[in-house]
């Protein structure tokens, strides 16, 4: 080996040892161990839960420079999902599904995570993530279920003694028609609204002529119908008359058979009454988010065979942004079906919502007499009938049972949770 090759390599080993010793005395002062990269960052994994409509733990506590990941599970009904940004998201988990969030070691400051399905982050879907303000272990401040017993009984009680309580705006309002040559018109302006669903809970909603559920439209077959649609939205909208034979040019679906109505602008819909029964109008566009919103109402055409009723009660189911509603409205201020003993009453479920609905009526049988606006050949008994979105359900109830019977959707994280009845919930009273 020649010596100028020698020199080199000895140089070339004894920098190796002098980096080594200093990598050991800086692993030493910092009470880590050689290898040991990423002994500086902990980590911190929170189990978190998503239900309707909530996040548990409702705050997250993290300690600066942990990395955070976030275990969570939808226990709930429909799909959820938890997000921080655009980037750092779970995909929608199904009901029962599970999922991870990598969310990393975040700067000290508080975060908002949510859920981002249109109309959940509204109704309570989010939770706080706060950075530096706890040890590490320390990671669930609220559950979101710490009310004892007593004060479960308590709010139980107090939001029974509030129904029927009043709020601002009522919808379903039987709207008349203005007569133009024997055609019957009906001029709506879809527009957005601030609504109070219950008692102090006003939410941000989407309405035709300023109620929710909009107009009632009731007309007969054989009529002339001219509805004239003024869009006062932010965005697009267009109108389909669910459960109508109408000309194609008159089905309202923006796009195939109409232009979009951009905002300010209009569209006449026009044709003769075929088929009756309970039918609806509602938007159909963005129709995930401007039907659960408001822009739904009962379309009525009474035929000539209508079965025997003393009573009638349109009653619109509706769940998003809303809540869930009935009526445009969540107990307690839900109203009342009022009957005397003997009266037949009718009630015309129609579904505009995103999930399906079954509707349990204490004390008397429902006789189902049709279904989607069409007679049932052999009409049926039930105490629960199902309701999926879309659909309309025609019962008639014999009054025979005198008192005040609870009326509620039957998947019962619609109707009751720790804190009392709430949502579909309302009661037939027979009196």
């Excluded at 548990?56 to 799909?79: D, F, M, S, Y």
């Excluded at 009474?302 to 998003?320: A, F, K, R, T």
């Excluded at 989607?372 to 019962?395: K, S």
């Amino acid at each position: 080996m020649k010596f100028g090759m020698a020199v080199a390599i000895a140089a070339s080993l004894a920098a190796f040892v002098i980096a080594t010793v200093a990598v050991i005395v800086a692993a030493t002062a910092t009470g880590g161990a050689v290898g040991e990269a990423a002994a500086t960052t902990k980590a911190a994994t929170v189990d978190v839960e998503l239900g309707e409509f909530y996040v548990k733990p409702a705050e997250i506590k993290v300690a600066k420079g942990e990395a955070v990941t976030l275990q969570i599970k939808n226990t709930g009904t429909v799909q959820h999902d938890l997000a921080l940004d655009s980037e750092k998201k779970t995909p929608l988990l199904n009901a029962g599904a599970s999922g991870t969030l990598s969310l990393g070691a975040l700067a000290e400051g508080s975060y908002q995570l949510k859920c981002t399905v249109a109309g959940h982050a509204e109704l309570g879907m989010t939770t706080t993530l706060t950075v530096g303000a706890a040890a590490s272990g320390d990671h669930s401040t609220a559950t979101g279920g710490t009310m004892t017993a007593a004060q479960m009984d308590a709010s139980y009680m107090a939001r029974l003694k509030e129904y029927p309580a009043k709020t601002r705006g009522s919808g379903n309002a039987v709207m008349e028609p203005v007569l133009d040559n024997g055609v019957k018109v009906y001029n709506l302006t879809a527009d957005e609204i601030e609504w109070e669903v219950e008692p102090g809970v006003v939410r941000k909603g989407m309405a035709y002529n300023g109620q929710i559920p909009g107009p009632q439209i009731r007309v007969r077959v054989g009529d002339r119908v001219r509805v004239n649609l003024k869009n006062d939205l932010e965005e697009s909208t267009a109108m389909h008359f669910h459960g109508q034979f109408v000309p194609n040019a008159m089905d309202g679906v923006a796009g195939i058979t109409q232009p979009l109505i951009e905002p300010g602008q209009s569209f006449t819909y026009e044709f003769t009454i075929r088929n009756s029964g309970s039918h609806m109008y509602h938007s159909h566009m963005n129709g995930a988010l401007q039907i659960p919103a408001g822009l739904l109402g009962a379309f009525i055409v009474e035929g000539n065979n209508e079965p025997q009723s003393d009573v009638e009660q349109v009653m619109i189911l509706n769940d998003g942004p809303l809540g869930y509603t009935i009526n445009g409205k969540g107990f307690p201020a839900t109203a009342p079906i009022v009957a005397k003993p003997g009266q037949k009453v009718r009630i015309r479920y129609m579904n505009e919502g995103l999930q399906i609905h079954p509707m349990h009526l204490h004390g008397m049988p429902q006789l189902v007499v049709a279904k989607d606006g069409w007679p049932l050949p052999q009409p049926y008994q039930a105490d629960t009938v199902l309701i999926a979105p879309g659909e309309r359900v025609d019962v008639i109830v014999d009054a025979t049972e005198l008192g005040v019977w609870a009326f509620h959707c039957h998947i019962l994280s619609h109707a009751e949770n720790e804190q009392g009845m709430f949502g579909m919930v309302t009661a037939m009273i027979v009196q």
